[in-house]
């Protein structure tokens, strides 16, 4: 593999399975590891092939090597310091560039192929977990991952600057749009900037943790994939569960909010929730909101806030 500094050229290779399967089934037989049935996974990022039942091997491309950095800084900060399973790093190093990890496999099934068919009661009891999960990330100190860059500061800045250019673009409807820069004003006083910061994953989906079922009760069984951490005001991580779990359940959105910690959900909470969703680093509100007819049942973006976050 070479070390291309093209990102089409990396998809076209990672789509290509021949091209780079014998070379990290290579790398895995240089530590000694079984590669008798190889599982490459396709969805996600990076190249990713399970080995066993026991242990994933995740190789970055060079032009990602800022995803490598911020997995192995939090896997590596985080150990120990959870209730919630995460994967320990087994082995390291880099191939022709290209850096790499092997760490071991979690058990139990994918949020995203339980998520949908769980009772109302199991997905409280799920989404009061997350944010129990959320605060016990937060509370690790930053280590290594404080130098993380860009800063919050300058990352909010900069999302601020490409908001209204960033949604117009992913084709949000003009009626939220037009709210958009009254919103931004109020970002500028509602979101810290200079706040200690914590660790933040943005993530928080069904795609990135692992559910169990124990005498038919669900719960959190595992969390993984930290290749997108941040250092910054911890309200940004409940974004990713309120937006593709609480789908606007009052239930669900009171589970989320006081599993992390928030015992009121005010209308300057819901401000701030709604402006940090539009600056989200993939923030896209029409692929992203999964309450059927959010477009028609709200006017405004403050609408569109109390629609998402219901009491």
Known sequence: MSASTSLNAYRALRADRARWLPIALDIARGHGLDVSAPQVFVTGTNLVVGLGERLILKIFPPLLR?????????????????????????????RDGWPYLVITRLAGTLGSEVWPSLAEDQKERVLRQIGETIASVQRAPLGPLAHIEPRWDDFMRTQMRGCRSRHERLGLAPKFLEGLDDLLRD?????????????LTGEYIPENFLLGCDDGTWSLKGLFDFGDVRAGWRDYDLLGPSAFMAAGRPGRVRSLLEGFGYAKLDGTLKRRLMALM????????????????????AEDLVELQELIWAE
Request: net charge negative.
């Open 278 to 297: 539009l600056l989200h680093q993939a923030s896209d509100l029409n692929s992203h909101i999964c309450i059927d007819g959010w477009q028609e049942q």
């Open 66 to 94: 800022a995803q490598f950095l911020s997995e192995r800084g939090s896997l590596t900060q985080l150990k120990g310091r959870l209730t919630l399973p995460i994967p320990e790093i087994v082995a390291e190093g880099v």
């Open 187 to 199: 970002a500028a006083a509602l979101i810290p900037m200079e706040a200690p910061p914590v660790i």
